[in-house]
């Protein structure tokens, strides 16, 4: 959608709680047709809301999207779901208010879902918060917000991004209706040669056109079936492999799952990316999936030796996420 979402700024006057971005290790596309996902913050990246007097190019054209977003705000108010302080919200932006952040737009690490989770955080009204009990029909009520919120920037969204960022937490997604906090393997780097990483594609991504593409791909049989029968198939193993620590299984998932997204996701990888992409399920040195909706920004990496994979890509800037 190219919105600008947030900026680097100066001359701080206000500055709101860090909201970060997320990765969704597993589930993309397949938890539009009900397979399982699994999402974790990732810190590295990170948005504040902030009041400045500052003449920043970047703040100036945040605030005057958030000007945009809280006019659809408005609108959403009608469905009587969420209700916001649109007096404080419009006063604040009329202070100068904007997203300062560092996560990346178009990258499949939640840009916008950051600023959702901040804007929800601050303005909403009787609001849902991290420190009550969160039954699963509260995260439900957070997720249907936040997807109509997030909407602005996306043309539609399940919602789980900014849920992501709101809670910092990981999040299981078992299906549509059953979403809960999830508790994943801790990690020590010690004597650890597996890795998740980021590999940085150097191209922006834009969600819409490829959510249409898969959308358009779905009125096939042929794609609906592959679908179920293998992506999501996969997927919920990656998913509940990766929970129960068994890497054993875990690699040989991935491998598959990376080889179905090559053969039927093809235009939600670059093409410079095709050939890497194949030449790690040839080699066994890495495993490449799409992160987020593809089509550029980062592409998630799954290694068992991070260091022959840092050599096999040793032309791309490559960011660890987690270890094994």
């Known amino acids: 959608m190219g919105i600008q979402i ?7 006057l206000m500055k709101g709680p860090l909201f970060y971005s997320k990765i969704l290790l597993f589930g993309e596309y397949g938890i539009i047709k009900d397979s399982k996902g699994l999402s974790i913050p990732y810190n590295f990246f990170k948005g504040a809301l902030k009041v400045s007097n500052s003449a920043d190019a970047d703040a100036i054209k945040s605030n005057k999207n958030l000007r945009d977003f809280a006019d659809y705000l408005k609108e959403i108010e009608d469905k009587e779901i969420v209700k916001f302080d649109l007096q404080k919200l419009q006063s604040d932006i009329k202070a100068g208010m904007y997203f300062d952040s560092s ?3 178009g990258y499949g690490v939640g840009s916008s879902g950051a600023l959702v989770a901040a804007i929800y955080d601050k303005y909403a009204e009787d609001k849902i918060t991290v420190l009550e009990n969160l039954t699963r029909d509260k995260l439900l009520k957070l997720k249907e917000v936040f997807g109509l919120m997030e909407s602005f920037f996306h043309g539609s969204s399940s919602g789980l991004d900014p849920l992501n960022s709101y809670l910092s937490l990981p999040i299981l997604i078992n299906s ?20 998740v990483f980021l590999l940085d594609s150097g191209i922006v991504g834009e969600t819409a056109p490829m959510i249409s593409i898969f959308m358009e791909n779905m009125k096939q049989e042929g794609f609906r079936s592959m679908l179920k029968n293998q992506f999501v ?3 919920d193993a990656c998913v509940d492999d990766f929970l129960k620590g068994d890497i ?4 040989s998932n991935i491998k598959q799952l990376s080889h179905v997204v090559l053969d039927n996701f093809k235009p939600m990888i670059p093409t410079q990316f095709h050939a890497l992409w194949k030449n790690g399920i ?4 890495y495993y490449l999936k799409l992160c987020g909706s593809g089509g550029g920004g980062y592409i998630l990496g799954f290694t068992q030796d991070l260091n022959k994979a840092q ?3 040793k032309d791309y800037k490559l960011e660890v996420v987690y270890n094994f």
Request: proline content about 7%; charged content about 25%; glycine content about 10%.
């Open 311 to 313: 050599v096999a890509l």
């Open 103 to 105: 996560i990346p737009q």
């Open 248 to 251: 054993k299984s875990l690699f």
């Open 6 to 12: 947030g900026s680097k700024g100066k001359n701080t």
């Open 233 to 235: 198939k996969h997927t």
């Open 176 to 195: 549509k209706d059953n979403i809960e906090p999830a508790g994943i393997p801790s990690q020590s780097v010690e004597n650890k040669k597996g890795a």
């Open 282 to 285: 040839e080699t066994n040195d």
